[in-house]
């Protein structure tokens, strides 16, 4: 589920015009996604930099969470990290992160929460577990060697995410590295960490 409206981007300027930024950045996703067979958008229209954990989102994740029934929720953090890169800590990914964890428990299982998605057909559900991507923390470690290259294929749509201005980022070279690094806490070739929570 994506929740911006994706009408501001960190890009170099000469790549669109800012008012053509928010269809440029949805196009981004709908061709970072056409590759995985199991991947579906959800967009939500919540203009960027202006997220909050209120009722409003927690409702909107509680109902995707109703509609598609997963056993498992992979979400941001739910709180700035010190330790980590600032960009894990913006604002809206904060924002995102503790609405969901809100929409998971209790939320999405609870039929007094949002009566007026049981009156729209959604029922309660409950979900398992949650993932939440963490540099330092993770406790669970998934093995990516085989789905690597599909991950950055995947990002390298996002042209407004991974060029910094005024210069070439090898987005290719930092991601290779990371997965590495964790992968060798795990003895993996490359891996991702999660702190994984059972509800």
Not at 31 to 39: F, G
């Amino acid at each position: 589920m994506v929740c911006s409206a994706c009408s501001r981007t960190r890009t170099i300027p000469s790549l669109a015009p800012a008012a053509r930024w928010p269809s440029w950045r949805r196009t981004a996703l709908r061709s970072s996604t056409s590759s995985s067979p199991t991947a579906r958008r959800v967009a939500r229209t919540y203009k960027d930099g202006h997220l909050a954990p209120d009722l409003k989102l927690r409702r909107d994740i509680v109902r995707m969470i109703r509609k598609h029934k997963p056993e498992l929720v992979i979400t941001h953090i739910p709180g700035r990290v010190l330790d980590a890169p600032m960009g894990g800590s913006h604002p809206d990914h904060i924002a995102v992160g503790e609405a969901t964890m809100a929409a998971v428990y209790p939320d999405s299982r609870n039929p007094r929460a949002f009566r007026s998605l049981l009156k729209q057909g959604f029922a309660p559900h409950i979900v398992n577990e949650v993932w939440i991507p963490y540099w330092t923390l993770g406790d669970y470690f998934v093995d990516i060697s085989k789905t690597l290259d599909l991950k950055l294929a995947a990002l390298k749509k996002h042209k407004s995410q991974v060029a910094k201005p005024g210069q070439e980022w090898d987005v290719d070279k930092w991601i290779r590295k990371r997965h590495r690094d964790i992968g060798k806490k795990s003895g993996y070739t490359y891996a991702e960490s999660f702190k994984r929570i059972k509800v």
